[in-house]
Structures are given as C-alpha cells and as structure tokens.
C-alpha cells in the first residue's frame, strides 16, 4: 500500500508541474497570438497544450480540470480549423477558464483533493461555462453544420456540470471529448501513432507525443531545487577543501606530483562551482512574460491602452532572486500602470501616443543584474507627492520646499506613503512601495527612480546576480569574526591616537561621536552591542587605535567599531534558523575559509539596536543637509576652512586651500612702501591687506596679540604671496561647500556658510587679490601677470566654488568630466540633455552655476538650442557658455556663437580644457571687477 | 569524525501505532537518559568547532559547520535548565525541524534502543515544567527509565520565545 502511493504521489506533483508549465506557455502563447494575430502553429500549440491538460487530468480523476480544459478545447477548435477567427471575447474567455484552471490546481497541491476546493470557485465554475456558451452561441453564424453539431455536445455537458453529478459528467466530457477527435487536428503530424481505437489510450499516446514534439532541440528533465541546493553545498564545501589542499601545497611544494594533482584538482573545482551555480541560473523572461497577461488586464479593466516592450529576456538570475523580485516587480508594474500611464483622453489631449508603451528591460552590469521599469505616462508630480507627504506627516512643510525634485520622488518609497486619491484595486491595495524597496534590499537589491513630469517615469532595480555569494567585509570584535555586506560599507577609517590629525573620537552626552570632515558621525562599538559590555569596558575614548567601519543604513550613516579590519572576500551567505533573525544584528551565516562558521551582521538590525535610526530620523526632517541621499554627496562637497577673527562681531572664514601659510611678525617688522603696508618676507616684499579695510567695513583688524604678535595669513595666488592681517586665528573647521550666496552685499564677500546656529561669512580672497593687484601695479608688477595670473595648482581653491552645468548625452562623456572637472576642483552638475540641462538651471537660483558646458549633438534638445534659450532668459542671460565638442570647422563655431556659446572647447584635451575654464572664469572676474 | 546514526527502517506512522515497537536514539544529560525517535535524527557528531552567537539566550549555544551546510547549536542543559557543565567535549545530535538544522547537545551519545509501546507511560506530573514541556513520555526499560524528547516542541519553543 505504501509503494503505491509514494508513486503516485510523485506522479501527481509531475503532473501538477506540467500544468502550471503548460498554463504558462498557454499564456505565452495567447499573448502572443493577442499581438500578432493567429497563427495557425500558435494555435495548434495552444490546443495541443489544452487538450494535454485535459488528458492528464482526467487521467488522474481531476474531472473539474479536466471538463475546464474541454470547455476551452471546444472553443478553440473552430479557430484552429480556421473556421472563425479568434476574438476578443473568445480570448477574455480563455485567460478567465485559465485562471480557475490554476486556482483549481492550486487546490490540487495544497489539499491533494480537488474536491477540498472552496465553494466559491464551484459557483464561478458554471458562471465561467455559460461565458463559453455565450460566446459559441454569438458566434453561431459563422460555423458550418459540423460545429452545430459539437455546439450541442458543449451545451450537453455544461448541463450536466450544472447538475453537480461529477461521474456522469466525466463521462460525458469523454464522449464528447472523442466525439470532437472524430477530425484529427489539423496541425499535428500523428502518422506514427499506431491507430489504435481504444478510448483509454489515445489521449495518453497524444500527450507523449506533443510534449516531444513540444521542443525537440533542448533535452530537460526536472530537478527538484532541493537537490540542486544541497549540491551547491557540497560544491562549496569542495572548495573549502581545495583551498585548504591549495594552503597545504604552498608549504609541500618539493613534491611535484601532487602539485600537478591538486592544480588539476583546483581547475576542476572551479569550473564545477561555475557549472553548479549554471544550474539555478533562470532567464528572468520566465517572470516577466507573466505580465503581458498582468498589462492586458489592467489596461482592460482601466480602459487605458497600454503596450508592453519586454528586453533583455533571456538575462539569467539565481532561481531564488527571480523568485523574490517577482512580487516587488508586479507591484511596480502595477503602480506604473495605474498611476503612471493617463487614460486615453488625457493622452491624446496631451498630443502624446494614444497606445502607452510599458518596458520592461533586464541588463547586465558591473555583476548585478539591472532591472528597468519605464512607462511613459505622467510621470511623477512634485506637488502631489509632497503635498501628500506633508499631509501624511511624513515631513515638514517647510522641508518639502527645500528638497530637490530626486528627493521628493525618493518620498514615494516611504513608509505610510500611496498618492492614489481613491484606493484601485490594481495598485493600492494597502501596500506600498515600501514594500517594493524593503523587500528588494532583503535581497541586497537597490531602488532607484528617475521621473520626468509629463514624460514619464523609469524604476531601476539592482539585483545581485545570486543571493548566496555577497562581497563582504569581515571584521573581529570581541574575538568573533563577522561578515559585513559590501553594499552598506562606506569607508574605513583608522585613527591613530599619536597621530594628530582633525578626526578623533570625542564624547557628546556620554555618547561617542566622530567629527568627519566637519561632521558628527555616531560611533557604535560592535563588542559592545553584541556582548552589553559593562560599563567600564564600555567604549573608552582613550584608546590608541580605533578601526572604524563606517556604514549606510538606508540614508543614516554610522561609524562601528571594530576591534580589527580583516579582509574582504566573497562570502556565501547561509540563512539562519528562523528564531535566530529575532535577535536583529545578524542576516545570516557564512563558513569560512577555514571551515568555521562566521555570522553576518544586519547593518539595519544594527543601527535599530545602538538606536541610531530613530534620532536621525528625527534630524531628516528638520535639516535637508544632514541627509545625503548618496556617498558621494557625503563625501565630497565639504572643504575645510579657516576661521579667523577680524575684530567684527561676526566670524569670517577664509577656504584653507588657498592658505599657503600662517605667520606671526612682530609689530617692529612691518613697513611702508608708499602707503602699502609690507614686510620683508622670504627675500621678498609681502604685501599686507587688510579685510576689514577692503570690505570697507568699520573695524580695527591690527590688533595684537598678548605678546605683541600680529598673525598674518599668507595667501599664494600664481607666483606671489599675498598677506593678510588678522586680529586671531580661531580655527580650521569642515564645512558644506553649499555656500549660500544670497546676501553678498559688497565684492570680496563670497556668501555665508551657517554651521550649527553659526553664521560664518566666507571671503573671497582670492577675487580681492586679484582686485588689489591692481593697485600693486605700482609696486612694480608687470601689467601682464596681473591681466592673467599664473594658474597653479593652488587655485583650486577658487575652483571649489565654482559649480559647471555639464550638458551631455553621452553617459560615457558626462561622467568623464564630471570626473574631470571634480577633480580640478570645481562643483559639478550634470544634465542629460538641453531640456534637463535648462530645467535645473531654471530650478536654481541666480548665481548657483557659474559656467554651462554643453555638447552640442543631443536628443529632446540640443546645445544651441540651449544657448538660445538660456540667452533668452532673464535671470542667466550672462552665463558664460561653452561649447564642448569635437567638431571645431569654422562653420559650426559661427554657429555656436550666434546661439549665445561664449568659447568653444576641445572635449578630449582634458588639461587644456580645465585650463581654459580656468581662464574664463579668470578673464570673467577681471571684467567684473573692472567694471 | 562523524557516526551515522545507524540504519533504521521504521516510518513514524508504525512508531506510532500502540502494537509497534519503536526505535530511539539516547543519550545522556546530566546523567539522566533520553531518547528521540532514531527517525528524527540526522547524524551525531562529536564537538565541533562552534561559533557563538552573542544576544542569543544561553541555550543557544552557536552555529556549527556540518559540512557546508549552518546547524544551530542547542544545549540541552541549558534549555532544561540544568546545571552547566564543566567539560569541553560534547556530542551533537542533529536534527532535521522545519527545514533548518538544530544540533542538541549531550553530554554522551548512548545505543539506539528498541522499547514497545506497552512500556509506555505518560510524564507524571510531578517533574519539574521546564522538562516536562518537552518530553513526550517516559518508557520503562529494564535498567532505566527513557525520557523521550519531542523535538518539535523543541523547535516550537525555540521560535516561539525568542
């Protein structure tokens, strides 16, 4: 009694296998069959597939999947005899039939019984049969006698199903079932099959037949995963083997025999790890051919017409991820579909194409698989997201306005945030994208939108190729070692105690921070968390060394201490048994090199426990600047500056990159030359200047210090040194380069920086200089130099607070001198075509770029387009605008200068292109100042 | 290093039934013996190299490597509530529950026992909760009582107060 059953069991979970293959090919099929029109071979796949179902299902006493498949294989027949052509309805019919097949399924593997189906699907199961009725009676005029007489056969045993008497309906479906076998189908090739007449058979011999026919190139059988699991894990431990052979052969290397062996050895495993991991690798096209049945349907029943463009299909990603990306993809796609995409009126008047197009494209890059959702619909409205977010309290009025448009689409991902006005049944089902981001960063996947009001929106998903192998940090604490996932890392930072360098460990409330880079970093110890350290071994701020790892938990960066850095490696991860996630730090296991097990840390788990979460959360809302919403805005931007007292009542602050050097000179040294003050300095004359007297503002800045010593900051500026009179240096701070240049009241002043309630006044030193060397003409300077100051490596300075606009459309060249051009120093801003380029410029204020670079060759809009209308404008009519490009024949340069391009510049000459940027700014703030 | 846990043919289904004999692995914990169903057990190993997981309550006492694959590490001392005890050497059976790997650890491994349901009797309630919960029964045998744990519960408990 036991055999038999573990057999059938075997042959039923086969079963239940094949259907939900064939549903999907069905659905494929149908698809496609939607889009292209009927072709008989589709046609005949699909009839061949439904009359599988059939037979199968009947094989194994299913009547109510088996009758379903019949109902669908009826209908089908006249189409694929060419007799009528497939319709709409036809077609609606099918894909509902379909869909109670799968719940009826569905049924069969979770209770084993069909018969355990809930009553509801019974009830719908008639409804769905008088549709197929319906549909045949509606298509009555078109059929011959001969489909008259199959008409009557599918009423008969709709009736029957009505009655709820399953044996005499299975019987019935049978008889008829043949009846309509009467005329082989048209398009399957069956001469081999032995005629053999007998009833029970012949669905059987057809069944293998097609399944063969089916696909003859490629030779599958099914593997259950498990299997394929525990051989990954066997693969692994192979290599854990290996390795440790490989480490044994490195200290036997005399005997050459077995070094030969185990290189063969190593060959060998590697490529059976490769070959291994092969097996789980599915091409994503198998979820996402789910959706064109997902789009047809929500287009339906939103009355909005909608193409779907899939690319990339055959892209392969672990079994697993597919798995998990599957929901967050359908909630994406929905919300596109809901929100995104305007119904056909609106699109019309909007003069865009009545057919939306919804794609969906799958890439490779850089080790992880990109996923890109892009419709062209609406687009994501700024007002509408804000307005919800501040009304759901997600943030503050007054912060809404002072967020960029990235960070307000960023808001859609929220906890608590659905900007549907009326709750759909297509997307706002309660969750949110939220959901969609949690769960794709389960996986180690990141988020990203791009929206364009009126063009529409793009989601890009990150995924890893495979779950199981994460690049990793592994780090020690408390004598453990732990595993910290690449993708939260941010830096590593060691400070040394002797060393005296601006970053140290200090404490604020009896919580250790770190100031870095003008910035308070949390510090969390690791052993203390993981072991409640006692008071006195808590963190101590003394210590000589501290590596600290600093980390992203989603936007709120942390400093870990841990006690050493050990390496990092490709770790892969093993989940933990499911009451061990309860403690929160740890997301999983990992076994070594060495075969010990290591545990690796949940760095949110982390931040939730040392509490950092929530009191940055906090500080979000009230300040933007605390919140980078990427590394690299953390860590660039800021630049150090000097403080210094100039007898006001203000501090002011000169940038410390364009401090050469500070000096103290006793009252008796300085002398006059004419009415410069000057001091004999390094074989040279030093001129001194005096801020408060070129500000033109009221105070005394020659005061002394105690011992009668006047501090001097001296300033390099091309070949000459400059100095400048100070009553104190207070200090050298880190500050955001964001410079609000909204009151500069008088020239020298370059705008204020506010750090923490502090207003610091930031002076352009370098422009007064340069104003002031004017007047040291008489002092005996060549006319020349002053006209155009060397430019040296020491004018970074003044580059730092100059930010270019880089219009261009190759990604390649855009990121090229954004890399360039930050690296020279300057602030970089980037758009991606004219229209982009031109919208952040309207978006910012007067004074935020000081110099557009364009290319000329864009889509949407092109540079001299773009010139023209930013010299229509009236708020950045005298930008300077340069053209980049490759192009230099005369023609195209009369061009660019009529739209409004004040300088042509070579795009591949990266030192002479900085260079000459350098030299507009330099020649512009000479005309400024002149004038 | 590691002992298979001998080959035994019996399904739960005859274990259960009351003419049935059925088969236990034992093993001994502060010198009191107990017994699974030799079915739920996957292997025992002797002490492995462990990892311990720090937060974790005291019974949980680490994760070990059992070739490739992550096994939680249970001490049934301290999930019974006993005294802990000195010695560095213990022996792990591993146990199959719910899709993850749970190794309980004893103090010695003893013989699979073969006992018949007639022996059987229910846990008296005299035995202190914390042990009793996560016994099934006691079967009387000729030189000992057996404890039988319900590995289940085991793992009930486990997920269910952390």
Known sequence: MNMPTEMKKTALSEYLDECQEMLEHLSKNLASIEKNGSDKDTLAAIYREMHTIKG??????????????????????????????????????????????ELLIQGVRDKNQESDIPIPIEKLLPKFISITERSLTGLRPLMSD??????????????????????????????????????????????????????????????????????????????????????????????????????????????????????????????????????????????????????????????????????GTDTELDKTILEAVKDPLMHIVRNALDHGVEPVDERKKLGKKEIAILKLTAYHESGQVIIEIIDDGRGLSREKIGGKAVEKGLIAADTFSKMTDKEVQLLIFSPGFSTASAISNISGRGVGMDVVKTNIERIGGVVDILSKPGYGTTIKLKIPLSLAIVPALIVRAGGQRFAIPQTKLVELIRIEKSSSTSEKIESLQGKPVLRLRGKLLPIVSLSEILH???????????????????????????????????????????????????????????????????????????????????????TRASAREEIPTSISSYRSENCDILLINIGAAESYAIPLAVVSRIEEFDASQFEHSGEQKVIRYRNSLLPIFSLPNFLNLPFKSEKQNQDGKTPIVVIKRGDHLYGIEVCEIQDIIEVSSQIDQSVRDRPGILGTVILKDRMIVIVDILGMIDTLQVKLDIVGRTPKETGKPAITSKNIASRRQRRILVV???????????????????????????????????????????????????????????????????????????????????????????????????????????????????????????? | MREESSGSVVTRSEAKSTQQRSQFSTFIVANRLYGIEVTRVQEVVRSMVMTPIPLAPEYVRGLINLRGQVATAIGLRQLFGLENSSAEEFVNVVCKVDGSLISLQVDEIGDVIEVSQADYEQTPSTIPEEIRRFMTGIYKISDALLSTIDVEYISKFLNHKL
């Open chain 1, 56 to 101: 199968t299902s009947q094989l194994f006493g299913f009547s109510k999947i088996g009758n379903l498949a019949h109902m669908m294989e009826t209908c089908l027949d006249p189409v694929r005899k060419g007799k009528i052509n497939m319709s709409h309805e036809l077609l609606d019919n099918i894909y509902a039939g379909m869909d109670f097949m």
């Open chain 1, 146 to 311: 001969k489909i008259l007489s199959q008409q009557k056969i599918s009423f008969d045993s709709s009736s029957s199903k009505k009655g709820t008497t399953p044996v005499s309906s299975e019987n019935n479906t049978k008889n008829s079932g043949f009846e309509l076998f009467e005329d082989p189908p048209a398009q399957t090739p069956t001469p081999i099959t032995p005629a053999k007449a007998t009833v029970d058979t012949k669905p059987k011999l057809e069944t293998i037949q097609k399944i063969s026919i089916e696909d003859p190139q490629s030779e599958t059988i099914r593997v259950q995963v498990s299997i394929l699991d525990s051989l990954m894990n066997l693969v692994g431990e192979l290599v854990l083997i290996r390795n440790q052979l490989l480490q044994h052969t490195k200290s036997n290397d005399e005997n050459t025999e077995f070094l030969k062996l185990s290189q063969r050895l190593n060959i060998l495993t590697a490529e059976l790890q490769n070959e291994v991991m092969k097996t789980r690798m599915q091409p994503i096209g198998n979820i996402f051919n789910m959706f064109s049945r997902v789009v047809r349907d929500v287009s339906k029943e939103l009355g909005k017409k909608i193409d779907l463009d899939l690319q």
């Open chain 1, 532 to 618: 409640h350290e006692t008071e006195e071994k808590k963190l101590s701020l003394d210590e000589e060394i501290y590596n600290i790892v600093v980390l992203n938990a989603d936007g709120h960066f942390f400093g870990l201490v841990v006690d050493a850095i050990d390496d990092s490696v490709d770790i892969v991860v093993k989940s933990l048994s499911s009451f061990l996630k309860d403690i929160k730090v740890f997301s999983g296991a990992t076994i070594m090199g060495d075969g010990a097990v290591a545990l690796t840390i949940d760095v949110m788990g982390i931040s939730e426990i040392a509490g950092l979460a929530a009191d940055n959360t906090d």
């Open chain 1, 808 to 931: 261009e459309d190759s990604s390649f060249f855009r990121n090229y001198m954004r890399q360039l051009l930050q690296g020279a120093g300057y602030l970089v801003e980037v758009a991606c075509d004219g229209q982009e380029g031109f919208a952040q410029l309207s978006n910012s204020p007067a004074n935020h770029f000081s110099l557009i670079l364009s290319d000329i060759e864009m889509p949407v809009m092109d540079g001299l387009e773009l010139a023209r209308k930013v010299r229509a404008s009236e708020t950045h009519k005298h930008l300077p605008m340069c053209a980049i490009t490759t192009r230099f024949s005369t023609n195209d340069i009369e061009q660019g200068k009529l739209a409004g391009f004040t300088n042509y510049l070579e795009k591949l000459n990266a030192e002479k292109l900085v260079m000459d940027i350098d030299e507009i700014f330099c020649n512009a703030q000479t005309q400024e100042k002149s004038a």
